[in-house]
């Protein structure tokens, strides 16, 4: 499945910017910038004569390899030459082989023969498998609405869109929890609709885009948070439970390359979350001495992240509560100080005027009271609300400390990729990995949402997505 998905990002993206005629468009909706490659132009140009092993269908510009098996190469990693069967488009480091490649010492040889489709075309499939939801929810932790269904239609990618071939998922609470808003409501009127937020996967299509340099092509290995600022938009994409997935090019980031798909597939909702939550809070905080940030909770999603958030922007003190049992995760992410939330609280641990930042995404009752006294003036308690859509629960003190700034986080904002991108690189180079304990198939989404449901996953929950036996040539 790996050389699966190396080999179709390395030969879709160069195909894509190298066949075809000026200005033309073939079957699939792809736009090239260059003409048809020696072995797959009309024998006699302005007719339908191909050679034997090719065929031309109707409007297609270019000859097709009929379907067949063979082998194919693309660089090796010691090397960035192509074979001398394939071709090197100007400006691209990737090969695009050529019928009957073979794979001398530059390339690397999958480990299977792959099946070649039309040229111009793309292998998607018009249904797919995925998880959607029939109507909302009665209460939390009902799944009667959920289904997992192998006959949905896979969307087409509209006008500043991209159609993602999904490998990964994640779970998270707000996943659950927004199975029971007035939004899943409005969002299931007309319809099924497939959900999940976080999705890391390949570009296979893209829509019309708004510009003459697009910023992702296909074959670009992606990641995304699909939702918006909040859930009040009734056309909220959601659907990263499926095979295939659309989302706005705009909030859609190049996944890191430190990191597999199932890894990306966990960081994007609660990486930005973390990541929006300090920007509140003041940070990056140049030049302050002695910073101390306390974390509510260590070892779930949002929590793991903010950690490593907390350690890259230069806390030398870092205090978590969690579980004992992840005592050692949490300080190898970066918690100076872990308390035990079974036996204790942060609070009856820490001297008051002590802590510059409390980042509350626990989000329990009366813990803005509790924290004031350990907080310094000019500090800042900022907390995210546990509750979601018609069910928020997140409160502020009403007697806060004189000079402490108190931040309700409102939020997450995955419309634009720059935030993906500031994560990105933290993980390339270095400062972020993902926590990621247990990993299900897509088939399996009930047990994966009993688990989220039952409050105790460490890191997140990962989905990975069924695979399918074709490669994808376009």
Same mark, same amino acid.
């Given at each position: ?9 390395? $030969?879709?993206?160069?195909v ?13 909706g ?13 024998s ?5 004569k ?6 031309q ?7 097709? $390899? ?18 001398? &069967? ?30 070649v ?14 998880? &959607?939801?029939? @109507? ?11 289904? !997992? ?18 490998? @990964? ?23 099924n ?5 976080? $999705?890391?996967?390949?570009? *296979?299509? &893209? ?27 009734h056309?909220?994409?959601? %659907? ?5 997935? !659309? ?6 980031? =190049? ?13 994007? =909702? *609660? ?20 910073l ?72 329990? !009752?009366?813990?803005a ?5 350990? =907080?310094?003036? %000019?500090? *800042? ?7 979601f ?6 409160? @502020? ?5 004189d000079?402490?700034?108190? !931040?309700?986080?409102? %939020? ?7 935030d993906?991108?500031?994560?990105k ?10 926590? $990621? ?5 897509l ?11 039952? %409050?105790?996953? *460490? ?16």
């Amino acid at each position: 499945m790996k050389a699966t998905a190396v080999f179709f990002g390395v $030969v879709a993206a160069v195909v894509s910017a190298q066949i075809g005629p000026p200005g033309g468009r073939v079957p699939g909706g792809i736009d090239y910038n260059g003409i048809c490659p020696s072995h797959l132009k009309p024998s006699d140009h302005g007719s339908s004569k191909c050679p034997s092993s090719t065929s031309q269908d109707e409007g297609s510009p270019c000859c097709q $390899v009929k379907a067949s098996t063979f082998e194919c190469c693309y660089p090796g990693d010691a090397t960035n030459h192509c074979p001398t &069967t394939a071709q090197n488009p100007d400006g691209e480091e990737s090969c695009i082989p050529g019928v009957g490649c073979r794979c001398p010492q530059t390339g690397v040889k999958l480990n299977r023969t792959h099946r070649v489709v039309a040229l111009g075309t793309t292998n998607i499939p018009k249904t797919m498998k995925a998880v &959607t939801v029939s @109507a909302r929810a009665k209460d939390e932790g009902d799944w009667s609405r959920v289904a !997992v269904v192998t006959d949905h239609k896979v969307p087409s990618p509209g006008i500043g869109q991209v159609l993602i071939k999904v490998a @990964a998922s994640s779970v998270n609470p707000v996943d659950y929890k927004d199975l029971t808003s007035s939004v899943m409501a409005a969002l299931t009127a007309r319809g099924n609709k497939t959900v999940g937020f976080d $999705v890391a996967g390949t570009i *296979v299509s &893209t829509g019309s885009l708004p510009y003459s340099r697009p910023r992702l092509k296909v074959g670009d290995e992606v990641w995304a948070d699909l939702g918006t600022s909040t859930l009040t938009r009734h056309d909220e994409e959601l %659907g990263a439970w499926a095979e295939y997935a !659309v989302a706005e090019e705009s909030q859609v980031g =190049l996944k890191p390359k430190s990191l597999s798909f199932g890894d990306a597939a966990s960081m994007p =909702l *609660v990486g930005l979350t973390a990541y929006q939550a300090f920007r509140m809070a003041g940070a990056p905080w140049s030049g302050k001495k002695d910073l101390t940030i306390a974390i509510t909770s260590g070892s779930g999603g949002t929590g793991t992240i903010a950690l490593q958030l907390a350690k890259a922007y230069g806390a030398t003190r870092i205090i978590t509560s969690t579980g004992s049992n992840n005592f050692d995760l949490c300080k190898s992410l970066g918690a100076t100080e872990v308390y035990d939330y079974h036996n204790t609280t942060i609070w009856e641990n820490v001297a008051n005027d002590t802590v510059d930042i409390v980042i509350d995404n626990y989000n329990s !009752v009366g813990t803005a009271d509790l924290a004031m006294p350990s =907080l310094k003036s %000019g500090g *800042v308690f900022l907390f995210i609300p546990a509750g979601f859509g018609d069910k928020p629960n997140g409160e @502020a003190s009403k007697n806060p400390k004189d000079g402490v700034k108190q !931040v309700k986080f409102v %939020g997450t904002d995955s419309s634009n990729y720059a935030d993906l991108d500031a994560l990105k690189k933290l993980a390339d180079t270095g400062f972020l990995q993902a926590v $990621v304990k247990v990993k299900y198939e897509l088939s399996d989404i009930f047990k994966a949402l009993d688990a989220t449901f039952a %409050g105790h996953a *460490v890191g997140k929950i990962g989905l990975i997505m069924p695979s399918r036996d074709e490669v994808i040539v376009v």
